[in-house]
């Protein structure tokens, strides 16, 4: 028992920034993370990474790979897709991320609801770790027309937001 709980532990350290990220760089981790989810799903996840993304400012890159991991498990937890796109290119001293399905869609007014009443805090994280980053976050979706994600990362002064918080959800 002792080992499995320690297994377990080193399994949540290190998915707290994957050592891929650190010593292979985001594009690199991003590529595995996209091999482990499609292999374990069976669902057709593609993802494109611009030849020269290399590598980002300090920060940045966790944010990316935070925000592409967390839209990747909405989509494979919500959405019924069959097909789920990642792109991530370089944009400045930043970064350009898109992440698309094809699945049911969901009216994101009421997914912001959720949120602020601490039901759902998966956007709400999204938006923080892009404005943290120097960034905006933005998700389009409606019901029966899938759902994108867009967020760019170190193109602005990093802030800390305001509204309802993520922290505040767990307080």
């Known amino acids: 028992m002792v080992r499995e709980v320690l297994e377990h532990l080193r399994q949540l350290t290190t998915g707290l920034r994957p050592m891929s990220l650190e010593n292979r760089g985001l594009a690199t981790a991003l590529r595995?993370?996209?091999?482990?989810?499609?292999?374990?799903?069976?669902?057709?996840?593609?993802?494109?990474?611009?030849?020269?993304?290399?590598?980002l400012p300090p920060g940045i890159d966790v944010a990316c790979f935070r925000i592409v991991q967390e839209a990747l498990s909405n989509a494979l937890k919500h959405s019924q897709a069959s097909r789920i796109s990642v792109n991530v290119n370089r944009l400045g001293n930043g970064v350009q991320i898109a992440v698309a399905d094809?699945?049911?869609?969901?009216?994101?007014?009421?997914?912001?609801?959720?949120a602020g009443r601490c039901d759902s805090i998966g956007l709400l994280t999204?938006?923080?770790?892009?404005?943290?980053?120097?960034?905006?976050?933005?998700?389009?979706?409606?019901?029966?027309?899938?759902?994108?994600?867009?967020?760019t990362l170190g193109t602005r002064e990093a802030v800390t937001p305001v509204p309802a918080t993520a922290q505040a959800c767990v307080e």
């Open 102 to 114: 094809n699945g049911k869609g969901f009216d994101v007014a009421e997914a912001r609801a959720r």
């Open 126 to 151: 999204m938006r923080e770790r892009a404005a943290l980053a120097g960034g905006l976050f933005t998700v389009e979706s409606s019901p029966g027309h899938g759902t994108h994600v867009h967020a």
């Open 32 to 55: 595995a993370l996209v091999d482990r989810l499609r292999e374990a799903s069976g669902r057709d996840i593609r993802v494109a990474i611009g030849d020269d993304l290399g590598r």
